[in-house]
Each structure stands twice: as C-alpha cells, then as structure tokens.
C-alpha cells in the first residue's frame, strides 16, 4: 500500500512539474532562437486561429447586401493578415519584446504568474495584471505528448 502511495505522490509531483519545465525549454528556445525546438513548443496554427477568432468582426447575422459582405471582407482578410505575420519569428520578438525583468541569459525572471488553470491547461503572464501583461496558454497535447503554447493574448 506504501509503493502505490508513493507511486501516486511521485506521478503527481512529475505531472505538477511537467509544464514548468516545458517553460524552461521554450525560455531556451526563445533566447537561442533555437526554431526547431520553438516549432515543438508551439503551435503555431493553433495561436493563427486563436488571434483571427479574437480579430474577426462581428457577423452580420440576417443582414442582406453590404453589411454582411463587409463583414464577411474583412474576416478573410484579417486571416490573411495573421496568417502572413503570426509565424515563429513573429512569436519570439512578440515574448522579447513584452518581457521585463528578464536578462540575456533567462527570460524566467520575467514570469510573475504560471500556474495551472484546468487538468491540461496551463498559463503563463509575463508582467503584472493592468500594465499589459503577456498571456501565454499552454494545453497537454496527447498526440504530440507534451505542453505546447497555443495561445498567445498580447496587449
């Protein structure tokens, strides 16, 4: 009864730990623009549809003529927008240039929050609420078997 005990506290404590040390490897990812372990780590189509989903303008529900056909214009052109700039580079200058408190060498001093917010959901803010902080979403991702960023809420 003692190992399954022990079997149990042991996996809990690796599952507690398993996203922070994701963080630590996109932090090195991130300061050595390392692009194949930022690919790993982040979905890159996954932060697409979730800054075009946050862009899209409202639709124009039962409207006939104009209206919907401005709406309908600018929602494919705003996912031709994200989907020209929110690449990896577009990821990595976006954490850069958001951080403080960080140095060259880490970017970990910069967290002021990361704890989980569901079983296979995890955030990340760089900065304090109310001074535009950056949110960066993690979800355990079962086929790829391990945390990756996909979401990303900048100011």
Not at 28 to 36: P, S, Y
Not at 122 to 148: A, C, I, N, T
């Amino acid at each position: 009864m003692r190992l399954l005990f022990l079997l149990v506290l042991l996996g809990a404590v690796a599952y507690a730990g398993w996203p922070y040390y994701e963080l630590m490897q996109l932090d090195r990812a991130v300061i050595h623009d390392d692009e194949r372990a930022l690919s790993e780590l982040v979905d890159i189509d996954s932060v697409r549809r979730n800054i075009e989903a946050s862009w899209a303008p409202a639709r124009a529900e039962g409207q006939e003529g104009p209206g919907q056909w401005l709406a309908k214009g600018m929602q494919t052109l705003s996912a031709d927008v994200v989907k020209r700039t929110v690449t990896l580079p577009w990821f990595r200058e976006t954490v850069l240039e958001r951080i403080s408190g960080s140095d060259e060498d880490s970017l970990l001093p910069g967290v002021d929050f990361a704890c989980f917010e569901g079983p296979t959901r995890f955030l990340v803010r760089y900065g304090k609420l109310g001074e535009q902080p950056l949110h960066l979403y993690m979800d355990l991702s079962f086929r790829e078997w391990g945390w990756r960023v996909r979401a990303v809420y900048p100011p």
